[in-house]
């Protein structure tokens, strides 16, 4: 462990007494669980806290980007603003992650996924990128990246998350679910991802600049109602809150059925996307 990285809070959560688990995809220390961390779904007026450094956190970007994330990502194509979970594939059609992928600009997609199954993701990612066709790499001018110390990212879940959020704004509004958002929380510039997808509401992810993330860190513990977890137990969390959860636990090729995966919204129609004509 002593030639990891380690992320803009890691103090914070070494002083909450954290215990960590380096990253393969990264290097980075994630937080796996902390001394008194609170088990189980949050209850009515209450939100979990979690860091997401060290888990699978991607920045998509270049002139490429759109095409690569439509060939990679089988879910609905999105516009600059908003964000879904998508079924990313393999070639023979099985299901390898279900990442949350948010498009923050014309050239720019953020890819999160906190499951067992980020590893695969950021692997299969980085191998369509550098495929080659007649020769040639088919998608030249992208690049693929670990995001976390550009915006570190915070995620709140449980009902309890609106409400804490709100009470940084003044004459703005959170993204109804399915957007993305920037914001002023207070005096700080962030980034704000609301999945969509049915029963993940109470889920907010905040991506906040490395040189105010401790700040608003400490600020959002402040609320009694809010307690800190790791990344597992968030990752828990949202297996708990999606209704393909079941899936997240694993970390190998699943074979799902096109049905299942079009009824999750998880698939697109068609089969113009990795994988596509094989779940066909």
């Not at 670990?146 to 570190?152: C, F, G, N, P």
């Amino acid at each position: 462990m002593s030639d990891a990285r380690t992320g803009v809070l890691h103090e914070e959560h070494a002083l909450l007494g954290a215990s960590f688990v380096p990253s393969e995809t990264t290097g980075l220390l994630a937080v796996r669980s902390y001394a008194r961390e609170a088990v189980g779904a949050p209850a009515a007026g209450e939100a979990r806290l979690t860091d997401l450094t060290g888990a699978t956190y991607l920045l998509v970007s270049g002139s490429d980007a759109e095409p690569l994330a439509y060939a990679t990502f089988a879910g609905k194509p999105l516009p600059v603003g908003e964000c879904s979970f998508s079924a990313t594939l393999s070639g023979d059609g099985s299901l390898l992650s279900m990442p949350l992928v948010a498009r923050c600009g014309d050239t720019e997609f953020v890819v999160i996924d906190p499951s067992p199954r980020g590893e695969a993701l950021a692997a299969w990612t980085g191998l369509l990128a550098r495929a080659e066709s007649d020769g040639a790499r088919a998608f030249p001018l992208v690049s693929i990246c670990d995001a976390s110390e550009m915006l570190v990212p915070l995620a709140l879940c449980g009902p309890a998350a609106e409400h804490v959020l709100s009470d940084y704004l003044h004459d703005a509004s959170l993204p109804t679910p399915g957007q993305v958002r920037q914001l002023r929380l207070d005096a700080i510039d962030v980034v704000v991802v609301r999945p969509g997808a049915p029963l993940a509401q109470d889920i907010v992810v905040v991506l906040v600049p490395p040189a105010r993330a401790r700040v608003l860190w400490r600020s959002l513990l402040s609320f009694t109602e809010v307690s800190p977890v790791g990344v597992p137990a968030f990752a828990g969390l949202l297996a708990g809150a999606l209704p393909w959860g079941e899936l997240l636990v694993g970390a190998g090729p699943e074979r799902v059925s096109r049905d299942r995966l079009v009824r999750w919204g998880l698939v697109r129609d068609g089969g113009d996307f990795v994988g596509g004509r094989a779940l066909a």
